[in-house]
């Protein structure tokens, strides 16, 4: 069992910075890609963020310069700092990883429960 616990949601004003951090924790051996997703209400989920083992990361075209993701692999923890937040990015986002249990395992997509994060105007 895999089990990825976010933290860090809540409510924030416009222009203020928040963090996001995703810890993954089980039966791992190998994580290839973890990441950001969020969900808004009546939308479908959008990738926010993500970035691979070798440090490459990737943005949604809505967050590029204002958010950056980074990770600590030796810890399987993901960060998502959110800055000059806007009232469009509220959402629920959820932690994301591909990786797998053991060296014979396929890999698998895991996910976190989600963190609501509220920006208001």
């Known amino acids: 069992q895999v089990q990825l616990v976010e933290s860090g949601g809540g409510l924030v004003q416009a222009g203020e910075s928040q963090r996001l951090s995703c810890a993954a924790s089980?039966?791992?051996?190998?994580?290839?890609?973890m990441g950001w997703y969020r969900q808004a209400p009546g939308k479908q989920r959008e990738l926010v963020a993500a970035?691979?083992?070798?440090?490459?990361?990737n943005f949604a075209d809505s967050v590029k310069g204002r958010f950056t993701i980074s990770r600590d692999s030796a810890k399987n923890t993901v960060f998502l700092q959110m800055n000059s937040l806007k009232p469009e990015d509220t959402a629920v986002y959820f932690c994301?990883?591909?990786?797998?249990?053991?060296?014979?395992?396929?890999?698998?997509?895991?996910w976190g429960q989600g963190t609501q994060v509220t920006v208001s105007s």
């Open positions: 970035i691979t083992g070798g440090g490459y990361a």
């Open positions: 089980g039966t791992i051996f190998s994580i290839n890609t």
């Open positions: 994301y990883a591909n990786g797998i249990r053991t060296h014979t395992s396929y890999f698998e997509d895991w």
